[in-house]
């Protein structure tokens, strides 16, 4: 079997941002405007009163300070409290696959590498912007790249787990080098008026190289992949193309996403330490042996709390980096961030996992090593 390895990954980050603060003005905003115009059936008890958000709970509860958006003036207009985004012809790059595209050439860059080195693309993100055609084959076209393309959804485990499906695709032989490309526009699958989480998510696009090790120097030797899956409906997005054919309402709530935070959180947490000490184990290592955990960034106690539940201590920043505090959840392209902007300073021979969980319930850790 060939050793694979990530050559190199890419980041994409969307030049506009908003704060909590800003994020919390609109939607208090909001919130003013819609009880004011639905008064005489608050008043009737025919309606509730929709209650103001606070970035001071927000920090608190998630560590998010701040999100980057491809559209701010869309989700801060409170009369609108959505992204703007124009329509674009067929025969225009779509903005899913621009923002991939933009993350896939910043790895191919640091990597060394041209598209002729690269033999197929996989899309892996939570949302794709349509059923076909793929958008990793618009991807592929947009890059030059020969071979074969195809999208994946595994939702926040996207990553990872194409991370997986690459590994496979260049040990087996089918593949010398394969893109995984994790466009997330998150920002257009959350619902800003809702309170409970209007403040979870940011748009964000990654892309990580996965090459035969024999292709050249460095990089990081993935010594293994796990994936695991178990049902759950506490994340749900109904969103789909049988939409049209229901007698719901094809633009209602559960059409976006929509979450039981608090299970979530008690659930996914010890399954995902669980996970990860199982697969080092089977690698024969330890979680004390890692010299950093990239772990997914949705929430900064739950990540503190599977830090901990591996160490056996609390993490420092150096071991667990956190970047959700800029740029929220951004659903299966989190771990990625964290890894591309914390690497550099590992020494040859350093371990480190990549571990990502989110909605299915999915969970996907890689285990790799500086070469
Ligand atoms: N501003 C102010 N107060 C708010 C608020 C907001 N925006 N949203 C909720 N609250 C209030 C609630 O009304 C509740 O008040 P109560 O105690 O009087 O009933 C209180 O804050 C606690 O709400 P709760 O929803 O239980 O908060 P939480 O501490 O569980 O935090 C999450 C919410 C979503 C941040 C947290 O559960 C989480 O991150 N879970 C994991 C999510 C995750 O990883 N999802 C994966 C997605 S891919």
Request: glycine residues 8%; negative net charge.
């Amino acid at each position: 079997m060939t050793d694979v390895v990530i050559r190199a990954t890419g980041l994409f980050t969307p030049s506009q941002s908003i704060s909590n603060e800003e994020l919390v003005a609109a939607f208090n905003t909001y919130v003013a405007k819609y009880n004011a115009a639905h008064a005489a059936e608050i008043a009737a008890g025919e309606l509730t009163a929709l209650t103001e958000s606070s970035a001071e709970f927000i920090e608190k509860a998630s560590g998010i300070k701040q999100r980057f958006v491809l559209d701010k003036s869309g989700v801060l207009d409170p009369t609108r409290m959505y992204p703007r985004f124009a329509p674009r012809p067929d025969d225009a790059l779509s903005l899913e696959a621009e923002i991939g595209v933009a993350a896939a050439r910043d790895a191919l860059a640091r990597a060394g590498r041209d598209a002729a080195d690269v033999d197929a693309v996989i899309c892996a993100a939570s949302n794709m912007q349509r059923p076909y055609p793929a958008m990793a084959v618009e991807i592929q076209h947009a890059l030059g790249i020969k071979g074969f393309a195809f999208d994946m959804n595994v939702a926040c485990s996207s990553a990872t787990f194409g991370i997986e499906q690459a590994a496979n695709a260049v040990r087996s032989g089918s593949a010398r080098s394969v893109l995984v490309v994790n466009p997330e526009i998150c920002s257009a699958h959350l619902e800003w008026r809702d309170r409970d989480c209007h403040f979870i998510f940011g748009d964000v696009a990654t892309a990580i190289l996965v090459e035969r090790a024999d292709m050249g120097e460095g990089g990081w030797a993935i010594l293994g992949t796990k994936l695991a899956t178990s049902f759950s409906n506490n994340i749900r997005n109904n969103a789909g193309f049988l939409n049209r054919c229901e007698d719901t309402d094809p633009n209602g709530r559960d059409k976006l996403f929509r979450q039981e935070g608090r299970k979530v959180f008690k659930e996914v947490s010890p399954m995902a330490a669980e996970h990860i000490s199982t697969h080092l184990s089977a690698l024969g290592h330890t979680p004390a042996g890692v010299r950093r955990f990239w772990l997914h960034q949705a929430n900064l106690s739950m990540n503190q709390l599977i830090a901990r539940r591996l160490l056996e201590r609390d993490a420092t920043f150096d071991e667990a980096p956190v970047i959700l505090d800029q740029y929220a959840n951004t659903a299966s392209a989190g771990s990625i961030i964290a890894f591309h902007l914390h690497h550099e300073d590992l020494a040859q021979g350093d371990l480190g996992v990549i571990c990502s969980f989110g909605a299915g319930y999915s969970i996907g850790s890689v285990v790799i090593q500086r070469r």
